[in-house]
């Protein structure tokens, strides 16, 4: 089927049932450092201030709010008035485009935030809470990841999707902590709103779409930087086979920025390392392989019996395929790609959206037999 055809079917099909509202989503901030007092300002538009069940007070882009942790509660200054102590703080914006700034205790830690905030606090801290528009935070999210890589907005559509299937698949992870995701590794890093234009676009277009597999199961979509010319397998890496996850010839990722490296390793390291892993680096053929380990058919898992997801961690390699040879008193190893090589090559990516390849074709391309769903956003959100 045509592209173009595809998307007015989709929008025929599944369109009019689609919610346009966007939901809300809670995301902690700040959620790994410890926040004892911070300052907040509007950046853009109005904003009401909630004190507990007082009557909101309207907060201007001239306003200065400071927010301070004292006896698990949060003490409030306006403008340097002092409010009082609160246990919940509600910050909401007041137009339909908002966003403002928090400044910590922690210096280097200013940043942007889209449309709202709830803070109260316990025995460590403020708990500050972005409550916040799911495609506002799927951009963040996207803008974190991605180092404003291109100015392609189909390739932020797919990693946008991406960002969708992982809030989908783990909405629970904080059920009992009061909110959604939180902004470390631990979720999906954030940090901040989005302003590359391209991004924000990338998270409405493809709003309420996530990729499902073969039989329709929402899947982890995986990605890396750069998967030198081949991807692999989910279970040469992680031991356990996807039918999305398969290793395959990936041309698009060839000569781009993060496919080529090199890495100097003096001999004796090399040796003793295998020697270590109990290979007998005194037999001949073994030394020949030890020096002269090629990857240049095709990606392999071992190398003289130890895998290679083993090497590339030992020796902090940029990727697993790897081919090497003797250099005076040292073994130099010619790498390609760039990350664990599984799933979708985010430079790939990139490349086959320049070329004209459609998002889903792309997405199709890396992840086998995977296709696009729409879905309603109280589905990806749940009950929470
Ligand atoms: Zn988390």
Redesign the pocket.
């Given at each position: 089927m045509k592209i173009k055809s595809l998307s007015i079917f989709l929008a025929l099909g599944l369109g009019f049932s689609f919610n346009s509202f966007s939901q809300n989503i809670k995301v902690r901030i700040f959620?790994d450092q410890t926040i004892t007092h911070a300052t907040i300002r509007s950046s853009f538009g109005r904003y009401s201030l909630s004190l507990d069940n007082n009557s909101p007070i309207t907060i201007t882009k001239t306003s200065k709010v400071d927010i301070k942790s004292k006896d698990q509660k949060v003490e409030v200054k306006i403008n340097d008035s002092l409010y009082g102590c609160f246990n919940n703080i509600v910050f909401n914006k007041e137009g339909l485009r908002s966003f403002f700034q928090i400044e910590t205790n922690i210096k280097s830690l200013t940043r942007r935030y889209d449309d709202n905030l709830i803070v109260n606090s316990d025995n460590k801290g403020l708990r500050l809470i972005n409550n916040i528009e799911t495609e506002n935070y799927i951009a963040g999210v996207v803008q974190a990841e991605t180092w404003g890589a291109t100015k392609n907005v189909d390739f932020f559509k797919i990693q946008a999707i991406c960002v969708r299937n992982y809030i989908m698949m783990n909405i629970a992870?904080?059920k009992k902590d009061g909110y959604q995701?939180?902004d470390?590794v631990?979720?999906q890093a954030y940090k901040g709103r989005a302003n590359q234009p391209e991004v924000i676009e990338g998270a409405y277009n493809s709003k309420g779409e996530i990729i499902v597999d073969i039989n329709g199961n929402i899947i982890e979509t995986l990605f890396h930087s750069n998967s030198g010319g081949q991807t692999v397998s989910s279970e040469d890496v992680w031991g356990k086979p996807f039918s999305h996850l398969v290793g395959k010839i990936d041309s698009f990722s060839v000569g781009l920025k993060a496919y080529a490296w090199e890495k100097y390793i003096p001999l004796k390291d090399w040796q003793r390392y295998f020697k270590e892993k109990e290979v007998n680096v005194k037999d001949d053929s073994i030394k020949n392989e030890l020096l002269n380990f090629s990857q240049n058919e095709g990606r392999k898992k071992e190398m003289l019996g130890v895998s290679l997801v083993q090497i590339r961690k030992d020796f902090n390699l940029r990727s697993t395929f790897f081919s090497c040879q003797e250099w005076g008193s040292e073994v130099k190893l010619n790498g390609k790609g760039y990350g664990h090589g599984v799933g979708l090559s985010q430079e790939g990516a990139i490349k086959m959206c320049d070329e004209g390849f459609e998002y889903w074709q792309v997405i199709e391309h890396y992840y086998t037999g995977a296709k696009i769903k729409r879905i309603d956003e109280d589905k990806l959100l749940g009950e929470n």
């Amino acid at each position: 089927m045509k592209i173009k055809s595809l998307s007015i079917f989709l929008a025929l099909g599944l369109g009019f049932s689609f919610n346009s509202f966007s939901q809300n989503i809670k995301v902690r901030i700040f959620s790994d450092q410890t926040i004892t007092h911070a300052t907040i300002r509007s950046s853009f538009g109005r904003y009401s201030l909630s004190l507990d069940n007082n009557s909101p007070i309207t907060i201007t882009k001239t306003s200065k709010v400071d927010i301070k942790s004292k006896d698990q509660k949060v003490e409030v200054k306006i403008n340097d008035s002092l409010y009082g102590c609160f246990n919940n703080i509600v910050f909401n914006k007041e137009g339909l485009r908002s966003f403002f700034q928090i400044e910590t205790n922690i210096k280097s830690l200013t940043r942007r935030y889209d449309d709202n905030l709830i803070v109260n606090s316990d025995n460590k801290g403020l708990r500050l809470i972005n409550n916040i528009e799911t495609e506002n935070y799927i951009a963040g999210v996207v803008q974190a990841e991605t180092w404003g890589a291109t100015k392609n907005v189909d390739f932020f559509k797919i990693q946008a999707i991406c960002v969708r299937n992982y809030i989908m698949m783990n909405i629970a992870k904080h059920k009992k902590d009061g909110y959604q995701m939180c902004d470390a590794v631990h979720c999906q890093a954030y940090k901040g709103r989005a302003n590359q234009p391209e991004v924000i676009e990338g998270a409405y277009n493809s709003k309420g779409e996530i990729i499902v597999d073969i039989n329709g199961n929402i899947i982890e979509t995986l990605f890396h930087s750069n998967s030198g010319g081949q991807t692999v397998s989910s279970e040469d890496v992680w031991g356990k086979p996807f039918s999305h996850l398969v290793g395959k010839i990936d041309s698009f990722s060839v000569g781009l920025k993060a496919y080529a490296w090199e890495k100097y390793i003096p001999l004796k390291d090399w040796q003793r390392y295998f020697k270590e892993k109990e290979v007998n680096v005194k037999d001949d053929s073994i030394k020949n392989e030890l020096l002269n380990f090629s990857q240049n058919e095709g990606r392999k898992k071992e190398m003289l019996g130890v895998s290679l997801v083993q090497i590339r961690k030992d020796f902090n390699l940029r990727s697993t395929f790897f081919s090497c040879q003797e250099w005076g008193s040292e073994v130099k190893l010619n790498g390609k790609g760039y990350g664990h090589g599984v799933g979708l090559s985010q430079e790939g990516a990139i490349k086959m959206c320049d070329e004209g390849f459609e998002y889903w074709q792309v997405i199709e391309h890396y992840y086998t037999g995977a296709k696009i769903k729409r879905i309603d956003e109280d589905k990806l959100l749940g009950e929470n």
